[in-house]
């Protein structure tokens, strides 16, 4: 992008306690990070909190970022993190499919698109997978990672990532073929 | 198939934020910035995030390595920036594939409220306290170790944890009951490594997110086996709001989430009061014939509190803690609690305070405790209040109590109330704690009510435990005019409490009853001995509030009896003492605590003859329309003792006596009604 700062410098200056270009950067990724988590959560209210909540993990984080892979990446990372840690959290106490009955809870302020959307179901077979073959899943497919770096965001093996893959069409084919 | 769908994933567009959720973030995110740079502060520890504001600690190990290869970086990042185009999914199945997903799991699908029933009709016997295991347990869970899953493991299989303190033994029921079930939910979701678990599900289409535990419908007794009934009183309106919420929108409310008696008492009635404080109670008894069952009659128990008038009434020192998390932002969730705080400040009088305290990414003191006098103040920092942040409720009642403690007055009321739309994100393993220093508070003085709004998420469970631990209501807010009503016209008895630890005991006679049932109560039953013991805690009555219990009773040599007499030994009556009189169907005792005494006080009344109407037309008003409630609430909890009774008669009873009511309440019943009718489950 031409005449603006690329994240490299933003992120050495905001690392260095530069206020501004801490938030030049938080505007400039608030989006994705708000996209993953809305990925991973399916609910729009929720993912609005798992964004907010990795943006000031970025925050705290920020002085010990050292420059030494993209800075994009590093968002990406700790998005991911947050994202699978508060749906872990909320999974301890509700285990309940989230992402239908969210959209029914925000039914309310009737700006909701998810409710409507086309593709909900597939959607909502891939969150109800077990959380690994999900992250596989959504990390591959959503996000369209290779298998190795997806492995490497979860810290397992590229075959277990394939494996994993596996799984997860095997279960959502016969979801598919129930119906 | 699968393949081709799966690719369409990253192509399916996602609903963009709100502007004032990015706002939120982005404040949020600078506010803690400036607080951890280098300047700001000296620390330099490279894992900042173990400090970070969410509860959920203990990332598995790869997540804390905020470092790794350059290449990989370089094509996740260029993966993130390509912005994915929207694009239509074609529909490749029906809906109902949630359904079949539950069957993919090989196991039964339960629905939570299961996993509950099971441990409750045993588990109020005798639960010695055993803090000792909980303690790693929790920090276990906390650790989301792989190992969780061993530690809980044992717990599927229906066997009860050890009460996680020395409470009273309701609450431990209680407790015990939430905690089965989500110790259950939390194996089923806790990830064992490469294996793939197998009993994940996929709730049923209509399951609601919202959690209630279920209580099994209090059965029919035999008064010669089994003569005495015990419970504490309940002014809980919570389930009432709830329904009206679900009727409302078409759909039946969720049968665990009717609490009979939460329905009959969310009406006011007049009630014949009682003359002092002193006589905090008065009880009315009236016998009619059941309208379900024409044997039957309806022993109704009306208790009136005394009203405080308002110079009696003492100062308030008030704590709001609010949840602004993001989830709060829809019109019936955040603005409604600030309308309805701006309701109560022009009911307080001036020397009361209210401070605020907002709880989500992390938690702040909105306003220091600031005396009513300085209305506008006050006024400001509830204007200013918006969500957005996600929730920490844990941190926020901590600083909610140390104001209320900061500025406490033993003479007065001094209160927390939280306002949340249900999840208070401390994580199972620290409810028990948070609990524990509910209950510690509750002993100082700080006494906690619950204001919950917002459908979805709301956790009934925990906020009725959290009220009932910290001698308050939880009250459900649907709309405006259910904040007046909880906040305004019962502000005196939700914020003023006559009397604590109000429990009810009647002892039956067998020779004029046989059979007795209470309706309603099920999850305040007591022990016959803890009746007499002050040590039990049990609920509390707010200034001029009123309490209504009925039983259905079925009279001695009454051809209609459900459970037959004994063929053998026939069981001779106990003996009633001196008051084995013919005239007495039972006796009504009545146990409680002034606000600041210890002992019990006691007021008894004999069930006779003289309390019962020969028809139910000849009842007053008010015990009429609190019969058709508590037979609309048996209604949609699906309860088997009404026979043919339907909906039609609960809405003609409910007409006949509506009476004066000037605020809509027993209109707005009737509609309700009719809205069941057309209900789909």
Partial sequence: MPGEETDGDLARRAAAGDRAAFATLAERHYDRVYALAWRWSGARAEAQDIAQDAMVKIATAMNGFRNDCAFTSWVYRIAYTTAVDHIRARRRVVALEPARISALADGADNETPENDMIGQELWRAVRALPDQQRDAVLLVYAQDLSHGEAAALMGCSEKTVSWHLHEARKRLRIILEAV | MVEPDLIRLKDTPVPPAGDDAKRAALAAATAAFEKSAPGAKGSTAPQRLSHASSPTEGKKKMRQTFQFNRALAASIAALMIGAPAAFMLSRTYAPGGGGSTSNLSGGPISPPAEVAVAPHMEAPAAVPPAPAPSAPVAREERAKSTTAAGALGGRVDGVAPPPRLAGSVQDGVRQKLSRSAHDAKSVAAVETGASPPVDRHVAPESEFRDRFDSKEINSVKVAATEPVSTFSIDVDTASYAFARRALNDGRLPPK????????????????????????????????????????????????????????????????????????????????????????????????????????????????????????????????????????????????????????????????????????????????????????????????????????????????????????????????????????????????????????????WNPARVSEYRLIGYETRALRREDFNNDKMDAGDVGSGHRVTAMYEITPANSEKKLVDELRYGKQKAPAVGQASAESEFGFLKLRYKLPKEGASRLITQPITDQQSMESLARAPQDVRFSIAVAAFAQLLKGAPYLGGYGYDDVIALAQSAKGDDPFGYRAEFVNLARLAKSARP
Avoid: C
């Fill in chain 2, 256 to 507: 665990d989430s009717v609490r009979v008696e939460e329905f009959v008492n969310y009406f006011p009635y007049d009630y014949p009061k009682p003359e002092s404080a002193q006589a905090a109670f008065k009880p009315t008894i009236t016998v009619t014939p059941s309208p379900w069952n024409p044997g039957n009659r309806l022993v109704h128990i009306a208790i009136q509190g005394y009203a405080l008038q308002s110079a009696e009434r003492p100062r308030a020192n008030l704590v709001f803690l609010i949840d602004v998390s993001g989830s709060m932002s829809p019109q019936d969730r955040l603005p409604l609690v600030k309308n309805a705080l701006r309701m109560l400040v022009d009911e307080l009088k001036p020397e009361d305070t209210v401070a605020v305290v907002t709880y989500a990414s992390g938690s702040g003191v909105a306003l220091e405790p600031t005396k009513i006098a300085d209305k506008s103040k006050i006024l400001g920092a509830i204007d200013a209040l918006g969500a957005g942040g996600s929730t920490a409720g844990g941190q926020g009642i901590q600083d909610a109590y140390r104001l209320a403690e900061s500025n406490f007055d033993a003479s007065a009321v001094n209160r927390v109330i939280l306002s949340t739309d249900g999840d208070f994100n401390v994580g199972v393993s620290d409810q028990s704690e948070l609990k524990g220093l509910i209950e510690r508070k509750r002993e100082k003085g700080v006494f906690l009510s619950i204001l919950g709004v917002g459908q979805g998420n709301y956790n009934d469970a925990l906020m009725q435990t959290l009220a009932q631990n910290g001698n308050g209501a939880a009250v459900y807010v649907d709309n405006l005019n259910e904040a007046r009503k909880a906040l305004i016209e019962e502000a005196s008895s939700t914020l003023f409490p006559i009397a604590k630890d109000v429990k009810i005991q009647v002892e």
